[in-house]
């Protein structure tokens, strides 16, 4: 398999924690998003949208949008499972997930940023924007989690929710959002950070990090 991504893309960021978590290994072929890489011909024709990250199957397959390649991996790959439990269970861990990558993460991406500055917004508004953002949303994200068992998101093991949960509070920090006061999602980020394939995913580790 081939991942194209970028060390600081959130989304690409999630879909490295699942290989790592499924033990598969994978090429990586890098676009560097601030130099408008994602945008190049030869990238379009793997993603008409331009965005990262996109995987190339072992047979040929391109496949977009992380959820749907985490998810895809957790099918062909069922071992451990990122969506465990009962039908109420797995729905709970989807709703966390998407959450933070359909209600959070996209309104305070690059692609809007960079509208918001065109549009002539000084920085503090934007970077305010991003930053208030974040923050109502883990707040809410911490109450999905209210009366569960961890240490991870969902209990004993990492599920769809950690993958999401962490290159979110990447963001958090980068904008100056602040979750030490949540219990919960701060029980999570300790458990995810003594993870091996946490660790490995994280954007200081890969090769194109700045």
């Known amino acids: 398999m081939k991942l194209h991504g970028y060390f600081r893309s959130s989304a690409a960021w999630r879909v490295r924690i699942?290989?790592?978590?499924?033990?598969?290994?994978?090429?990586?072929?890098?676009?560097?998003?601030?130099?408008?890489?994602?945008?190049?011909?030869?990238?379009?024709?793997?993603?008409?949208?331009?965005?990262?990250?996109?995987?190339?199957?072992?047979?040929g397959q391109v496949l977009t949008q992380s959820m749907a390649i985490v998810e895809w991996l957790d099918e062909t790959h069922p071992e451990p499972a990122l969506l465990p439990g009962d039908a109420l269970q797995r729905a709970r861990i989807r709703a966390f997930a998407q959450a933070i990558a359909c209600d959070i993460h996209p309104v305070q991406n690059l692609k809007v940023l960079a509208r918001l500055r065109a549009m002539g917004q000084p920085e503090e508004v934007v970077t305010g924007w991003a930053r208030d953002t974040i923050q109502e949303g883990l707040e809410?994200?911490?109450?999905?989690?209210?009366?569960?068992?961890?240490?991870?998101?969902?209990?004993?093991?990492?599920?769809l929710?950690?993958?999401?949960?962490?290159p979110q509070l990447g963001n958090a920090k980068r904008f100056g959002a602040d979750s030490a006061a949540l219990a919960r999602i701060s029980?999570?980020?300790?458990?995810?950070?003594?993870h091996p394939a946490f660790i490995a995913a994280a954007p200081e580790n890969q090769a194109d990090a700045e």
């Open 161 to 166: 929710a950690d993958i999401c949960l962490i």
């Open 18 to 59: 699942a290989l790592n978590l499924k033990g598969l290994g994978a090429e990586h072929a890098f676009r560097h998003l601030r130099k408008g890489e994602q945008r190049a011909p030869d990238y379009l024709c793997l993603n008409p949208q331009g965005l990262l990250p996109s995987l190339e199957t072992d047979d």
């Open 140 to 159: 809410a994200c911490e109450e999905l989690l209210a009366g569960g068992e961890g240490p991870f998101c969902f209990g004993p093991t990492p599920t």
């Open 187 to 194: 029980e999570a980020a300790r458990a995810c950070a003594a």
